[in-house]
């Protein structure tokens, strides 16, 4: 497999989570996984240690077939098991928005 020698990784991504941790720390927080799987750990588990770091944070995730909240975050984490397709329509319906 040969590699791309032009790619320059994105060195700024790291530096404007922290910008906008900081700048919303201890607000209202709500983390939206979407269909982010239980062995995708990379992306799963930042996002569950900022729900556990974060007192106002509220964790929703929504995937078809495999919800995994772990006990510390499961008072204030909502799970959706099902196709995300409809549930997104279904949400959007609820609250009024037309997509």
Not at 3 to 24: A, H, Q, W
Not at 45 to 57: D, F, G, K, V
Not at 77 to 86: C, K, P, V, W
């Amino acid at each position: 497999m040969e590699t791309d020698r032009n790619f320059i990784p994105d060195m700024e991504s790291p530096k404007r989570l922290e910008v906008f941790l900081e700048r919303y720390h201890g607000k209202k927080l709500v983390i939206l996984e979407l269909g982010i799987g239980w062995r995708n750990q990379l992306i799963k588990a930042p996002l569950m240690r900022l729900a556990a770091q974060e007192s106002q944070a509220v964790y929703v995730t929504i995937n078809l077939g495999e919800i995994f909240i772990p006990d510390e975050i499961r008072e204030k984490s909502y799970g959706l098991d099902g196709d995300l397709t409809e549930i997104l329509h279904d949400l959007a319906a609820y609250s009024g928005v037309h997509l």
